[in-house]
């Protein structure tokens, strides 16, 4: 699978998208060739072609419609096009318009409809503006009860989130306050063995089982699938691992999957996950994630018959929908630890196999810094649990190790960085490499090493897009501070990604997403 440089699509096709007819052949600029292509069109004329063709992007039609509310066919004109199509994101801003009277006539009825239309999508400020319609009957038939449900869920929002946020809904957008402290363990494993019964019950059920993680994979994600996957083995239910292709961030724990015997044909694709959702019951486990938008392939959601979410990841304004067990515990230090408790309680003697055994214990000691960040007694106790089993430290360890060239390109990353706030380091490279995202992530862990220095963030450039790595030692929450720019994660461990934008621009957006945060906790 490829990700076209001019449309953004995933493709399987060999050379040729679908979607915008790109042949990646014909391009000098990003996929040089052994031969020749006369008068090939560069890349970025190509995407510039492209962008003209699909017209404005969206939040530049909203600016253009709140531009001239006066008008009263604004939001029909900029709005109405990308809301049939099924934007979720344009479908809660025309029925704002609606509500309002905004560059619309006025219309409550449709103003509901547009809000349950983008709620159904899993569009959280919508689902909190569809409560308020059946809380006070405006558009709707008034049903307490059913805003009531609305409500449960922006709680179980601010839960997800650690427990020590309040979610206020201020005019059209939702804004958390609080957050700056870690979480607390929680010594009781009620809620562990309920939800391990409980996953045990539809693992049963269900005449399949997929398991998908995040985009660009990690040992936590990889390792967390792994253990997941034995336990559905186990209850004697198919099940096969979704994952498009090999990532360098697990590519010593990959290629032992792939080596080891009746593990070949365990993961598969996208396209081959959707044709077997086609029959029977299929029930989709998505293990370190729990937004849509990352997902290893979110068209899988839309045909699950039945989803779980495994997670320690604080929880966003955007959310799966219609989740039958949703286990997101920011207090656990990682997706490895959580899926390690629960299969104690699934399968009672659980026999595991050496790789899975090594990619529990590797995904909790990413997550921790080797037990230094994030550790509790429950994170012991699962490792203690995964050595008893047998899993191998030595084999663990293998899995850490980088070549020269990331070695080189992580120091150099950190000779790079500047201080900002007094305590703040900040560091941006080209990347080139193809592991880049594990070395910037590797160089913000680093970058917290200097003394006085309590978070760290590395920006990377690949192809047209930035990411950004964000750490803290605790006292400053960078979850809060990537969200500021679209991303999230957890109170010491989060990301972003910024589209079309320079490294210096980039900088400039996580300073002053930095300031916001800091002047809103003042």
Not at 486 to 503: C, D, I, K, P
Request: hydrophobic share 40%; net charge negative.
């Amino acid at each position: 699978m490829w990700k076209c440089p001019v449309c953004d699509q995933e493709n399987t096709a060999a050379t040729v998208c679908p979607t915008c007819g790109y042949d990646r052949t014909c391009d000098y600029e990003r996929y040089p060739t052994a031969f020749t292509v006369k008068r090939a069109t560069p890349t970025h004329t190509l995407r510039r072609q492209w962008r003209e063709k699909q017209g404005p992007a969206l939040m530049e039609l909203v600016a253009e419609w709140l531009f001239d509310p006066d008008d009263g066919s604004a939001a029909e004109r900029c709005l109405r096009r990308p809301a049939d199509g099924g934007d979720p994101t344009a479908q809660y801003w025309l029925g704002i318009a609606c509500a309002r009277g905004w560059g619309a006539k006025k219309d409550e009825v449709q103003a509901a409809q547009w809000f349950d239309k983008s709620a159904r999508q899993g569009y959280v400020p919508a689902r909190l503006e569809l409560g308020n319609c059946f809380r006070f009957g405006v558009g709707v038939d008034k049903d307490v009860y059913t805003a009531r449900e609305y409500a449960r869920n922006a709680v179980e929002l601010a839960l997800g989130r650690g427990g020590d946020q309040a979610v206020i809904k201020n005019k059209e957008k939702q804004i958390f306050y609080g957050g700056n402290s870690a979480g607390t363990e929680n010594n009781t494993r009620v809620r562990a063995r309920l939800v391990a019964y409980a996953l045990k019950e539809m693992i049963e059920e269900a005449d399949r089982v997929l398991i998908m993680g995040h985009a660009n994979p990690d040992l936590d994600c990889f390792g967390a699938a792994l253990g997941l996957y034995r336990a559905a083995a186990v209850l004697k239910k198919p099940a096969h691992i979704v994952m498009s292709d090999e990532h360098p961030a697990v590519a010593d724990l990959y290629q032992r999957v792939k080596n080891e015997r009746n593990y070949g044909d365990v993961i598969i694709g996208k396209e081959q996950a959707l044709h077997q959702m086609k029959e029977g019951s299929t029930l989709l486990i998505l293990a370190d994630v729990n937004r849509p938008s990352i997902t290893q392939a979110p068209e899988l959601l839309k045909t699950a018959d039945h989803i779980a979410v495994i997670d320690h990841h604080r929880s966003s304004e955007e959310q799966v929908e219609h989740v039958d067990i949703s286990y997101v515990e920011p207090y656990a230090s990682s997706a490895s630890e959580m899926v390690t408790e629960l299969l104690q309680y699934m399968v009672e003697n659980l026999k595991l196999k050496q790789v899975e055994m090594d990619g529990l214990f590797a995904g909790i000691a990413l997550d921790t810094k080797n037990f230094t960040v994030k550790t509790g007694v429950r994170t012991f106790e699962a490792a203690a649990y995964l050595r008893r089993c047998g899993a191998d430290s030595v084999s663990v360890r293998q899995m850490f190790k980088n070549d020269m060239e990331e070695y080189k390109a992580r120091a150099g990353i950190v000779s790079a960085a500047h201080i900002i706030n007094g305590n703040m380091a900040i560091a941006g490279w080209k990347g080139g490499i193809e592991n880049a995202s594990a070395v910037a992530a590797q160089a913000a862990d680093e970058l917290l090493d200097i003394r006085g220095i309590e978070s760290s963030y590395v920006l990377t450039q690949m192809g047209d897009q930035i990411n950004i790595s964000a750490r803290s030692l605790g006292k400053i929450n960078v979850q809060l501070i990537m969200e500021e720019l679209g991303g999230g994660g957890h109170m010491t461990v989060a990301g972003a990604q910024l589209r079309q934008t320079s490294l210096e621009e980039a900088e400039e957006k996580v300073v002053a997403a930095i300031q916001a945060v800091l002047e809103r906790k003042a």
